[in-house]
């Protein structure tokens, strides 16, 4: 079993509906949850981060975490075309720092 | 603040060459890290420095890698006799004590190994 799993897409939403990324991880001494958006061709960028149970919100986007079901979600509300790309969901490690990606979900907000 | 930079951004080389790849982490950030990303793939871990101490290797990282960050500041990624397996994206990150592990990375140098 991969330690970060992702369901790889391609999900595709209605400009302005909301997309909902899914993201399980197998270590339950994981702290620290991240996701990341990586255009093609680019390096990932780091748009949310989350730590304790629940939900966590940033402008459009919300994170949320329930770590007794080993789950963390994205939801991005009111989806852009801009928003298409590849959404990496990342836990660290055991070992403390380094973090484990899953494979990403590509994401397709069509006009 | 620049963000985190690596040079050079394309790298091709012959196989058997040796590739010595740069990163220069966001100023101040005390952790900087080494990932690879393969096609499809997310980044895979390969190593990190708490300023200049490298705390953690990856079993990735085969013999033929090392990685230096000698005054704490930038680092260099070494591969010696590359092999086609090797082309990948090479990617930096760095992250801060104080900020619970939010690391951001560099535009990456894509390695191609003929």
């Known amino acids: 079993q991969k330690e970060v799993e992702q369901n790889s897409g391609p999900l595709s939403v209605p400009e302005g509906a909301i997309a909902s990324l899914n993201c399980t991880y197998s270590?339950?001494?994981?702290?620290?949850f991240f996701w990341y958006r990586q255009y093609s061709g680019k390096s990932p960028e780091l748009i949310m981060s989350?730590?304790?149970?629940g939900d966590k919100e940033d402008g459009r986007f919300t994170a949320q975490l329930n770590k007794a079901s080993q789950y963390v979600s994205l939801l991005i509300r009111d989806s852009q075309p801009s928003d298409s790309a590849t959404y990496l969901c990342?836990?660290?490690?055991?070992?403390?720092?380094?973090?484990?990606f899953g494979k990403g979900t590509s994401l397709l907000v069509t006009p | 603040d620049t963000g985190v930079s690596q040079d050079p951004r394309h790298k091709i080389t012959k196989r058997g060459q040796n590739v010595t790849f740069r990163c220069d982490p966001i100023?101040?950030?005390?952790?900087l890290y080494w990932y690879r990303q393969t096609l499809g793939q997310g980044p895979e871990f390969l190593t990190y420095f708490q300023n200049e101490a490298q705390l953690e290797k990856s079993r990735l990282l085969s013999d033929r890698f090392s990685a230096e960050r000698p005054k704490g500041s930038f680092s260099t990624l070494e591969i010696q006799r590359t092999e086609q397996g090797d082309s990948a994206m090479y990617l930096c990150?760095?992250?801060?004590?104080?900020?619970?592990?939010?690391?951001?990375f560099g535009p990456g140098t894509r390695l191609t190994v003929l």
């Open positions: 989350i730590y304790s149970n």
């Open positions: 100023s101040e950030h005390n952790r």
């Open positions: 990150a760095s992250s801060l004590v104080k900020t619970s592990n939010e690391q951001f």
């Open positions: 270590d339950r001494v994981s702290q620290s």
């Open positions: 990342a836990v660290n490690m055991r070992s403390g720092y380094a973090l484990n």
